[in-house]
């Protein structure tokens, strides 16, 4: 007995994850050292305290409704966000067990904390990256969209200014063929005959 709970408490100890022991009133019992350093708390900080109080209200909340499911027998995996010593937070994945007596009874569980907090900081990252890049490419949509309302500004003045010389250098030649005309009208025939065979 005596060696098996060496061997059980260095694998607690030695386990990369924390481990909490809670009783039927929600009081931390136990904890390993690795959920100690998780939470930057010695062992006397944690233990008999319950693990709401290294939560925000919003996790108080979360953690509510899950103590509600372990009393019902669930045990399926949950995120939580604890708020360490010095006030930063930890990300961590909380795979519980309840713990029943013989009657049925809730009597406290047990959880095992993983800390995820580097894959947090590596999705936010990832996120912030991702809205980078959409804002980029609205930013470079948008100067696309002004130059080619431009481009299409400078073709539509350049289509004007084109159809404007053509109207001023056809009206120009109409009005001396026009000219022309007028003045042959009033020439006598054989003149107009000489005329048309000299420009012939």
Partial sequence: LRKSMEQYKTLVETMNEGLVVTDENCLNIFVNENLCAMLGYEKDGIIRRPLAHFLDDANKKIYEEQILKRKAGASAPYELVLTKKDGRKVHAIVSPKPIFDDNGDYKGSFAV?????????????????????????IERTIRLQVLSKRLLEVQEAERRYIAQELHDEIGQSLTGVKLALESLMHLPADNIKAGIQEVQ
Avoid: A, F, M, P
Avoid at 115 to 129: P, Q
């Fill in 113 to 137: 904390l993983t800390d995820i907090s580097g894959r947090k900081r590596s999705e936010e990252e990832i996120k912030r990256l991702n809205e980078e890049l959409e804002q980029k490419v």
